[in-house]
């Protein structure tokens, strides 16, 4: 397979490489470190290059040195805060009789090798739809505030730390397969539970990961972090890839499983090594940061969803379509949560909405749009477009 990363993005990967293997990375002289530690944060992986660099930090300058220890020190006070939220929960919700799943990054994390160096955003919890309302009045009175109550995914938070809530592992389409959705609805029947607490299986565990993957892939994109969380889980967990292949495919994501697991093992040299091309793929994910949002014309990704989805990527047409989102759309979205149930008054909801980006959102809004009209843009698109049908996302 031949290199398509320039020096810095190469350098990061062989840098969280030793750090998963305990290794002393190689100093290269002809890169610079600072560079590496700016795209370190933009896939945060700011506290695993601290870590993997452990021996030989003097390579940073003087304030990048101060900066990256800051980092990991900031990063250490939100793993003990979420530490004693997680324990907290674990203690509270089996004594209200609610049964709850700890999903992604709460569960990962702790297979690093420093479980501190793994950054984590938010706690995702699983729960049955019939305890939502249980579970808010309990996190109330724990001091949570609810900041979104509609939706498949209620969020809270207190302090530094940010809870998201489910009803389902997956929401949504994932580019325009409705599969994965499907296929992980039923992950009770994987979980194997001790007291209210469970448990899933590691391969249906890891299957979601590649699936979480592609569906924020498809959204923005997705970074080298998420590939070295499958790494992580193939180095300490003893997997059965037949299993893993057989959930993806349930999920109409097995091409899309066997491009991100030959990443993996070209980076990690770990897992199968599957013929098919990931040269884009790799590009794609370096490129943008750790959700796709770092370096990105966001009118690209506006741009090639209409492609998806058959419309014209007339700039005009394409800001209309933004304008006036459909029912489907705009039931999730929190700050227009008196939607939900209430079709008829969409037109209400497209004027609340358009006064609502224009006073809060307005520079994203600018910057999404800005380009639209633009012929690279649409070029972009149709290389992504193109890209993502390859890989099975589309």
């Known amino acids: 397979m031949k290199d398509v990363l320039n020096d810095n993005e190469n350098a990061l990967i062989k840098f969280t490489k030793a750090f998963l293997l305990g290794e002393v990375p190689e100093i290269m002289p002809e890169i610079n470190y600072n560079a590496v530690f700016r795209l370190a944060k933009e896939h945060n992986l700011a506290s695993v290059v601290y870590c993997s660099l452990t021996d030989c930090r003097g390579v940073f300058s003087e304030p990048v040195q101060k900066e990256s220890k800051q980092f990991f020190l900031d990063y250490i006070y939100l793993y003990e805060q979420q530490k004693i939220a997680i324990e907290e929960i674990r203690e509270q919700f089996p004594l209200n009789k609610i049964k709850f799943i700890f999903f992604k990054g709460a569960v990962v994390r702790e297979l690093y090798p420093v479980p501190e160096s793994r950054v984590m955003g938010d706690i995702d919890i699983l729960i049955q739809k019939e305890n939502r309302k249980k579970v808010k009045n309990l996190l109330i009175s724990l001091g949570y505030k609810c900041n979104a109550d509609n939706g498949d995914v209620w969020n809270y938070s207190r302090g530094c730390v940010q809870l998201e809530i489910h009803t389902k592992m997956m929401s949504g389409k994932t580019g325009t397969n409705t599969a994965p959705e499907e296929a992980y609805s039923l992950a009770w029947n994987h979980a194997i539970f001790n007291g209210y607490e469970g448990f899933f299986e590691n391969e249906f ?28 889980m193939i180095k300490k967990l003893n997997l059965d890839f037949e299993l893993i292949e057989s959930y993806l495919e349930k999920a109409g994501l097995l091409e899309f499983g066997k491009n991100i697991l030959g990443i993996c093992n070209k980076w990690y040299s770990l897992g199968l090594k599957y013929e098919c091309s990931v040269e884009e793929t790799e590009k794609f994910i370096c490129a943008h940061g750790a959700f796709g949002g770092a370096n990105r014309n966001k009118s690209v990704v506006i741009t090639r969803k209409a492609l998806e989805e058959g419309r014209s990527t007339n700039s005009l047409f394409v800001k209309l379509s933004l304008l006036f989102p459909s029912y489907e759309k705009m039931r999730s979205i929190p700050y227009i949560k008196f939607i939900d149930g209430r079709k008829y008054l969409v037109p209400w909801a497209w004027i609340y909405r358009i006064l609502y980006n224009l006073i809060h959102r307005y520079d994203f809004v600018k910057n999404a749009t800005s380009n639209l009209s633009r012929k690279e843009t649409k070029e972009l698109a149709k290389k992504e477009f193109e890209l993502f049908k390859e890989i099975g996302l589309l």
């Open 205 to 232: 565990a890891f299957s979601f990961m590649i699936a979480h993957i592609a569906h924020h892939f498809w959204f923005y994109g997705a970074g080298i972090r998420q590939i070295l969380d499958l790494a992580v």
